[in-house]
């Protein structure tokens, strides 16, 4: 089943902040998170594994919520790069599992 | 850093054509997945590897067949090509860390296929 991401798309000012929503009907093992510019190949930013932890690096940050089966994406101070598709994905179980995206949340930042 | 390497980047073929996509991944990373991208689409999960063995399988047509080999390059292979085989096609790459679960996918550039 395919994650829910929200919004579908957010426009921003250059040092604005931004969240991004991942939600599954499924109990979830993992979360991944990525970015992606038009015709390129999506850019690993971080995976959260169950256990409710929160990770982050730089301006961007992320929590995952095992039990509500949501992730969220905190941008902070946004920059120009950050514009880009960004795409949670899921994996039910550990291992060599397949991610399955949610459609995508278009960004666009403007200076 | 050694990223993962496709291809050819770019394939043309006809319909009812045979194609063959190669993915090299990472450098001591033994697991490969395959994905396919329409355009305006998310990523699709195709298939992956684990050590040469198959280890998941997601929505691949059965006109389509995979392998890793020992070098632990992967290769896609797709027959009977139609119009809607179009698409950017992505190989990723990730450890797989014994009882820690699963590893960071690495995406490689992908291989843009057009089917006319």
């Known amino acids: 089943q395919q994650p829910v991401q929200s919004p579908q798309a957010v426009i921003l000012r250059e040092g604005e902040d931004a969240v991004i929503n991942c939600s599954s009907s499924k109990a979830l093992y993992s979360v991944h998170w990525y970015r992606q510019k038009h015709g390129e190949a999506p850019v690993f930013l971080m995976i959260?594994?169950?256990?409710?932890e929160q990770k982050g690096h730089d301006k961007i940050s992320a929590s995952f919520n095992e039990k509500k089966q949501q992730s969220s994406l905190y941008l902070t101070a946004s920059q120009l790069s950050y514009s880009g598709t960004y795409f949670c994905g899921t994996a039910p179980g550990g291992g060599a599992d397949g991610l399955t995206f949610g459609k995508g949340t278009h960004l666009i930042i403007q200076p | 850093a050694a990223g993962v390497i496709q291809s050819p980047r770019h394939l043309i073929k006809e319909k009812r054509e045979t194609a063959t996509l190669k993915c090299y991944p990472i450098p001591r990373h033994d697991t490969v997945y395959w994905y396919q991208q329409g355009p305006g689409q998310d990523p699709q999960f195709l298939i992956s590897?684990?050590?040469?063995?198959?280890?998941d399988k997601g929505s691949i047509p059965d006109r389509f067949s995979a392998q890793q080999f020992s070098d632990y390059h992967s290769e896609l292979n797709m027959s009977s090509l139609e119009l809607g085989d179009s698409a950017l096609y992505f190989c990723?790459?990730?450890?797989?860390?014994?009882?820690?679960?699963?590893?960071?996918?690495?995406f490689g550039p992908g291989t843009r296929l057009l089917v006319l």
């Open positions: 990723a790459s990730s450890p797989i860390y014994p009882g820690q679960g699963q590893g960071t996918q690495y």
């Open positions: 959260l594994l169950k256990g409710g």
């Open positions: 590897f684990y050590e040469k063995m198959q280890s």
